[in-house]
């Protein structure tokens, strides 16, 4: 199986910290286009499963079977450190140096839910290197992780801390990637809760449970983390494409969090809300699969962001006040005009003085 020595890409106390850190990743794909796929905390790639057939076209990794297909794409899975050491920057540069042992220079990097909170950070230190950035059930970090408190979410939230066996798993994920509505379709003579539990328990059973370590140090490093100001100007500063992609229905990363995100990286965002749950790439995977086509697309085509965006101009806070001052001299021989522009926190200015509003929260 493939695994990238994280320390081999990696300089001075990032490659000490490494502490020998291998990532398991799989390769799908002989294509001109590189897509690096990050996963989402307690997921696997296999998680990506249905858009690495609607990208690449097939579901067989490049070192089981070599296919000639259109897309060429990595899915990374990360569990190096121990769960005080977890954070998504360090995630993303384990993700960094995966696109260093594939040798791609840059790509298109997809996350979901703690992938996409790594894809963040990753697209804010080597921005140069993304060509896309797409942002599945993505939430800020801290805070924003907490789901909202109803009896729903309570009675899964303690459901999933008391879940010891794969059968026990099984249930009560498919309770928090799912809508109700979605589980109780019928496929055929089952409903698709029946269907999905024995594959989930099938999937479960094969790698294991995820140790407490490891779901614990996830955990804490999408508590801890936040996108800076420096960080989401950096991103918006490069000019690449955004689509952030979320279920309205989504108990884990509300839908509020991921709008606001989108906002802040006007106008390079564009905002795609669809009718289901955490795990919406599965449950309107046609959807989604053709919104980042779309985002390649666009972005081969290099598309303005003022053509890619669905999201109207936001004032955030930071305000612009111009300024203009002109004198003549007396004799009427000269006249010196001068203006200019001051940044401000929008709560310091007067209300009756006109401004121009630019920038993000």
Not at 95 to 118: C, Q
Not at 177 to 187: C, D, G
Not at 248 to 258: F, P, S
Request: with cysteine.
């Amino acid at each position: 199986m493939p695994f990238c020595d994280v320390g081999t890409y990696q300089n001075g106390g990032d490659a000490a910290g490494s502490n020998g850190v291998k990532i398991f990743y799989r390769k799908y794909g002989h294509g001109p286009v590189k897509v690096l796929m990050i996963i989402g905390l307690a997921g696997t790639h296999d998680s990506w499963g249905p858009q690495i057939k609607g990208l690449a076209g097939t579901v067989t990794p490049n070192d089981d079977e070599l296919a000639a297909v259109d897309r060429n794409l990595a899915v990374a899975e990360d569990g190096s450190a121990g769960e005080n050491e977890y954070t998504t920057k360090i995630m993303a540069k384990d993700a960094i140096a995966i696109l260093d042992h594939l040798g791609w220079r840059k790509a298109h990097v997809f996350g979901h839910s703690m992938g996409a909170m790594i894809a963040c950070k990753l697209a804010a230190m080597v921005p140069d290197r993304v060509l896309s950035l797409a942002l599945l059930n993505v939430t800020g970090g801290g805070y924003e992780c907490l789901p909202k408190f109803d009896h729903k979410t309570l009675s899964v939230a303690i459901r999933f801390l008391r879940a010891k066996t794969p059968e026990q798993r099984a249930a009560v994920d498919l309770d928090t990637h799912y809508t109700k509505e979605y589980l109780e379709e019928y496929v055929g003579p089952n409903t698709r809760r029946a269907i999905l539990y024995q594959e989930y328990v099938k999937g479960i059973s094969a790698t294991g449970m995820q140790s407490n370590c490891g779901f614990d140090g996830q955990v804490n490093a999408c508590w801890k983390h936040k996108m800076s100001r420096t960080e989401l100007e950096m991103i918006r500063s490069t000019g690449f494409l955004i689509s952030v992609i979320h279920g309205r229905h989504d108990i884990i990363a509300q839908l509020y969090y991921a709008r606001r995100l989108a906002e802040k990286l006007h106008p390079f965002a564009r905002m795609i809300e669809l009718h289901g749950g955490h795990l919406v790439s599965h449950e309107r995977t046609e959807e989604v699969n053709q919104a980042l086509i779309e985002l390649i697309n666009a972005s081969e085509k290099k598309i303005s962001p003022h053509d890619w965006t669905n999201l109207p101009k936001q004032s955030s806070g930071w305000a612009v006040m111009q300024m203009s001052y002109s004198r003549t001299h007396s004799e009427g021989g000269s006249k010196l005009s001068v203006m200019s522009e001051l940044e401000l926190p929008s709560h310091k200015l007067a209300p009756a003085k006109p401004f121009f509003c630019w920038g993000f929260s």
